[in-house]
């Protein structure tokens, strides 16, 4: 674990005395799961065979029935499970939060870094479903910034159905930025022949957003920087800067890093799984659950104050 010293210091200041005192919640919701299981697959066997034996000669809407009733008492028998392992969740994520110096919440609305990421198409613009979750906000290192988790999803049409896909799924974090600067720059992976097409969409924001050609060559294969100041974006994008980048974007495995300099803040943007599940029933996965969320978040902090810069 890269940070035990964080995970013995929350665990020692009281969150595992509650963690051992949530085991009979547990034992009630798992008990709860299994009645609803039993009862409702009981129905749903008896829904079918009374549908088949009466409709002997459309059997098949038995199955139906049993299959329709199966999948409701599934998902209700699933909830007690769910509202125990969220509340640990929430617990474990606000212990660690406390340690840091950050304030966590489950949900909440985007603000202000969530829109610029959006106007600067660093992010789908006009999704059909929206799903945000794992708030934070304080202090990340040294910045005073944001972030949160964002799931936007989006219908296409797949022959005659149309079916929602996910167009993002991951990260959206703002900081305040050491060094001052008044242009507008963005930071995003290398499209090719596409870069056209996106710096088409940004100009849509009415900047002038032009690219930016960067000094270093494996920055340069690697990312696409456009800009509203040469000068400026050089500036900010200094050869120490660009490694520091590249470096970040590896240690997150390559998953679409893209970043926005605008307004005195830095929005990064990072494709990635679903974060901070430190809530589960089954006691002994705790602490590889907490452990898993403690390096996530410290993950993140760490590429804050990697990219952070005190002003010159």
């Not at 930025?177 to 992976?189: C, E, G, H, K």
């Not at 940004?202 to 920087?225: A, I, N, Q």
């Not at 050089?234 to 890093?257: D, I, K, S, T, V």
Request: some cysteine.
């Amino acid at each position: 674990m890269r940070h035990q010293a964080l995970f013995d210091h929350v665990m020692t200041s009281g969150l595992r005395d509650w963690l051992d005192s949530q085991a009979t919640a547990r034992e009630k919701a798992k008990r709860q799961n299994l009645q609803i299981l039993m009862i409702g697959m009981g129905i749903a066997a008896a829904a079918a065979i009374a549908v088949m034996s009466f409709m002997p000669d459309q059997a098949e809407y038995g199955f139906v029935v049993g299959a329709l009733i199966g999948g409701i008492t599934w998902w209700v028998a699933n909830l007690p499970v769910q509202a125990i392992s969220q509340q640990i969740k929430v617990r474990a994520n606000e212990e660690l939060g406390a340690a840091l110096g950050l304030r966590y919440h489950l949900s909440g609305t985007p603000g202000s870094d969530f829109e610029l990421a959006t106007r600067m198409g660093l992010l789908p613009s006009d999704p059909d479903q929206a799903d945000y979750s794992d708030f934070w906000e304080g202090t990340f290192g040294s910045a005073e910034g944001t972030l949160h988790e964002a799931h936007l999803q989006e219908y296409q049409q797949q022959g005659k159905h149309r079916r929602l896909v996910t167009v993002f799924q991951g990260v959206v974090m703002g900081y305040q930025f050491a060094r001052p600067f008044s242009s507008t720059t963005l930071v995003r992976q290398d499209m090719g022949l596409l870069n056209g097409l996106i710096n088409f969409g940004s100009r849509l924001t009415g900047l002038k957003l032009e690219p930016v050609k960067m000094v270093h060559p494996d920055f340069e294969r690697r990312f696409e920087v456009v800009s509203t100041d040469q000068v400026e974006a050089r500036y900010l994008l200094h050869p120490a800067f660009c490694e520091r980048l590249m470096e970040m974007e590896a240690a997150f495995n390559g998953q679409n890093m893209r970043l926005a300099f605008a307004q005195g803040r830095v929005v990064v943007v990072i494709e990635t799984k679903d974060m901070f599940e430190s809530g589960g029933i089954e006691a002994d996965g705790d602490d590889a659950r907490f452990a898993t969320t403690i390096d996530q978040l410290g993950s993140l902090i760490d590429l804050t104050q990697a990219l952070n810069e005190r002003a010159r």
